[in-house]
């Protein structure tokens, strides 16, 4: 059970630190708005993931034990680029700008409308988070709800917080973001090699 909520909650956290379409509405409504405004939006996730999850949870169970491993493999590999491209600007100290400048989004339903339009979820609950629900449904029920409770409790605290680095003048600063950026790398990293060797030596 342990082994499920630390998959759930590294993955969570790796995914809300990485620059995307929901981190900039974020900062947009922060700036526009502030964050008190602003700080229910981090329960988005949750709104936009449930059809996502439904539909790749229904599609997995139908597939062939074969095809599942491979779909796990190509996750694993999927989450090693992942890590590989967050080492390397980490590496070089480059901070990717997160600001659209353009859309100022105000609502909880638009932030997950936003989520939803983001391929990001597919790629995680198809090729990452469904093989692993399935898995641990597998070994036991209550392993999957440990692995998805853990997924979004860990996501929607670490968006809150996000939402309250992004409400003061420098985000944490340079080497405070450069250190979440090296945590996301090394969590990304692992939760890629575990799921490659799931995929290889199931």
Do not use: C
């Not at 400048?101 to 989520?115: E, F």
Request: hydrophobic letters at 50%; proline letters at 5%; aromatic letters at 10%.
């Amino acid at each position: 059970m342990i082994e499920y909520f630390l998959v759930g909650s590294s993955f969570a956290f790796a995914a809300a630190v990485q620059p995307g379409p929901l981190q900039a509405f974020l900062l947009s409504s922060v700036t526009e708005k502030g964050w008190k405004h602003t700080l229910p939006a981090a329960f988005s996730p949750m709104i936009s993931d449930g059809p996502i999850a439904l539909i790749v949870l229904l599609v997995l169970r139908n597939l062939p034990l074969s095809l599942a491993h491979i779909l796990q493999i190509a996750g694993g590999l999927l989450l090693l680029f992942f890590a590989f491209r967050t080492y390397q600007s980490w590496k070089k100290g480059s901070e990717e700008k997160i600001n659209s400048g353009k859309s100022k989004p105000r609502t909880v339903l638009q932030a997950a409308a936003i989520n939803i339009l983001n391929p990001n979820p597919y790629l995680g609950w198809s090729l990452i988070l469904g093989p692993q629900v399935m898995k641990a449904w597998q070994s036991n029920p209550a392993n999957a709800v440990v692995l998805i409770a853990s997924f979004y409790g860990t996501m929607v605290i670490s968006l809150g917080l996000i939402i309250l680095f992004f409400d003061t003048t420098t985000f944490l600063g340079e080497k405070g973001r450069k250190f979440l950026m090296l945590l996301s790398a090394i969590a990304l990293a692992g939760l890629g090699i575990d799921q490659l060797l799931s995929g290889l030596f199931a």
